[in-house]
């Protein structure tokens, strides 16, 4: 029987995806699931999610819960890691520091000074599950979805035992859904190839039944102004080919994007100025927060997100919910405001 451990299953959407997709596979509906977080109310939360959607799937799958990573790891076959090292606080800091230097990022967690700092953080715990993997599941892969993952994935091949180790992405089948739907082709008929490395792949072949898809891109593009402003877009135009990461994760890859006002202004995203990308991540980070909680989503910005976030570390359930609706409220009075350089 397999045996998966999934570390950091306090990311509980995270989890119950993966187990979605997992447990659907007859040759895995049996698996044991071995559960590992460091905080104990949200490896509960994961636990019995996990055991509602086996449930669901009608998977006799076998769901057990670990806050001693060693008994979560001791002979599994797989290890899912999805930790983020620090949370939303370390996250604030990866924008915040670079941020009062002058620097411009627009997720920071693959590569630049964010990157750097969140690999600085979780290549130590990365290298310590290996570490554990090596004396109590030496022939485990070791699959990651945690960035930033090259990083990451070299620095475990390199620093520890385990060799067996691959970074995993959503972007190719994201992008691909994408650009089914631009060129209004059923996805579920659509046939593709990518290749590339994690984190920067490149769709070499879009059809259907036979027809090259990438005429009929080429058309929507060239209907759309708004597409033609994004800067993967420009990237294919380029490159003639389609990358598979986000405008934002490209601006980054290739900061010719982000080193003039001009260039920024020309490939903002929904007609806002670039320098709110900053408040529109952490905006995002904060209603994780806010939904974990049973909260509402708010609509923040720099100051108030650090506020919010820091804040979130200390209330319970019901005084946070609180805390949100205050917070809510008095962005609805407030004026729109951005972060300064």
């Given at each position: 029987m397999t045996r998966i451990a999934f570390v950091g299953a306090g990311s509980v959407e995270f989890t119950r995806d993966l187990l979605g997709d997992i447990?659907?596979?007859p040759e895995l509906s049996d698996a044991t699931i071995s559960l590992h977080d460091i905080d104990p109310e949200r490896l509960e939360a994961a636990e019995s999610m996990a055991r509602w959607t086996a449930g669901e799937l009608g998977a006799p799958a076998t769901i057990e819960a670990h806050l001693d990573r060693r008994a979560a790891l001791d002979g599994c076959d797989h290890v899912i890691n999805m930790i983020q090292v620090g949370g939303h606080a370390a996250t604030l800091i990866d924008f915040e520091v670079p941020a009062r230097h002058g620097v411009r990022q627009t997720i920071g967690d693959t590569l630049g000074i964010g990157g750097i700092f969140r690999a600085l953080r979780t290549i130590p715990v990365m290298q310590g599950i290996a570490a554990?993997?090596?004396?109590?599941?030496?022939?485990?892969?070791?699959?990651?979805?945690?960035?930033?993952?090259a990083m990451l994935c070299w620095a475990t091949y390199a620093g520890t035992p385990i060799t067996r180790i691959v970074g995993l992405c959503h972007s190719v089948q994201n992008t691909t859904r994408q650009l089914a739907e631009l060129v209004g082709a059923p996805y579920e008929e659509v046939t593709y190839l990518g290749a590339g490395v994690?984190?920067?792949?490149?769709?070499?072949?879009?059809?259907?039944?036979?027809?090259?898809?990438?005429p009929r891109l080429d058309e929507a593009i060239a209907r759309d102004p708004g597409l033609q402003r994004r800067v993967r877009v420009e990237m294919y135009r380029r490159f003639g080919r389609f990358p598979t990461e986000s405008s934002e994760h490209s601006a980054e890859y290739l900061p010719?994007?982000?080193?003039?006002?001009?260039?920024?202004?020309?490939?903002?995203?929904?007609?806002?100025r670039a320098e709110a990308r900053f408040d529109t991540y952490i905006t995002r980070l904060a209603n994780e927060?806010?939904?974990?909680?049973?909260?509402?989503?708010?609509?923040?910005?720099?100051?108030?997100?650090?506020?919010?976030?820091?804040?979130?570390?200390?209330?319970?359930?019901?005084?946070?919910?609180?805390?949100?609706?205050?917070?809510?409220a008095a962005e609805r009075k407030a004026e729109p405001k951005h972060c300064k350089k």
């Amino acid at each position: 029987m397999t045996r998966i451990a999934f570390v950091g299953a306090g990311s509980v959407e995270f989890t119950r995806d993966l187990l979605g997709d997992i447990l659907t596979f007859p040759e895995l509906s049996d698996a044991t699931i071995s559960l590992h977080d460091i905080d104990p109310e949200r490896l509960e939360a994961a636990e019995s999610m996990a055991r509602w959607t086996a449930g669901e799937l009608g998977a006799p799958a076998t769901i057990e819960a670990h806050l001693d990573r060693r008994a979560a790891l001791d002979g599994c076959d797989h290890v899912i890691n999805m930790i983020q090292v620090g949370g939303h606080a370390a996250t604030l800091i990866d924008f915040e520091v670079p941020a009062r230097h002058g620097v411009r990022q627009t997720i920071g967690d693959t590569l630049g000074i964010g990157g750097i700092f969140r690999a600085l953080r979780t290549i130590p715990v990365m290298q310590g599950i290996a570490a554990d993997m090596a004396e109590v599941c030496p022939q485990a892969w070791f699959l990651n979805y945690t960035n930033p993952m090259a990083m990451l994935c070299w620095a475990t091949y390199a620093g520890t035992p385990i060799t067996r180790i691959v970074g995993l992405c959503h972007s190719v089948q994201n992008t691909t859904r994408q650009l089914a739907e631009l060129v209004g082709a059923p996805y579920e008929e659509v046939t593709y190839l990518g290749a590339g490395v994690n984190h920067q792949a490149w769709i070499l072949q879009l059809e259907r039944d036979g027809e090259d898809l990438y005429p009929r891109l080429d058309e929507a593009i060239a209907r759309d102004p708004g597409l033609q402003r994004r800067v993967r877009v420009e990237m294919y135009r380029r490159f003639g080919r389609f990358p598979t990461e986000s405008s934002e994760h490209s601006a980054e890859y290739l900061p010719y994007f982000m080193h003039s006002d001009e260039m920024i202004e020309r490939f903002r995203k929904s007609g806002k100025r670039a320098e709110a990308r900053f408040d529109t991540y952490i905006t995002r980070l904060a209603n994780e927060v806010s939904l974990r909680n049973g909260a509402q989503p708010v609509t923040i910005v720099c100051a108030e997100a650090a506020n919010l976030l820091a804040t979130a570390s200390t209330l319970g359930n019901a005084e946070f919910r609180h805390y949100i609706a205050e917070r809510a409220a008095a962005e609805r009075k407030a004026e729109p405001k951005h972060c300064k350089k």
